[in-house]
């Protein structure tokens, strides 16, 4: 029975190294660049915010600010859940 503990202590021990090593390779950083881009795409394409229609109105600027200003919580947002994990 020890023995056969031992056995799969091994075994599960060798599984997780493996784990890790395959994801080694992964950096970060070009997720979060990955994610960007196709964050980029889609407003591009789906029309999210028509900036045409936003930019051709009198008080665009307080628009724009007001997006921008969501978007900032966005970030905040997302990185204080990347911090906490």
Request: glycine fraction near 2%; proline fraction near 1%.
């Amino acid at each position: 029975m020890e023995q056969d503990i031992e056995r799969l202590e091994k075994t599960i021990k060798e599984d997780i190294e493996a784990e890790i090593l395959s994801y080694e390779d992964i950096d970060i950083q070009e997720v979060h660049e990955l994610f960007d881009i196709e964050a980029r795409l889609y407003i591009k394409k789906e029309g999210i915010i028509d900036f045409e229609e936003v930019l051709s109105e009198p008080d665009s600027a307080v628009d724009i600010e007001e997006i921008r200003k969501v978007f900032e919580r966005f970030r905040d947002k997302l990185f204080l859940q990347r911090v906490n994990y």
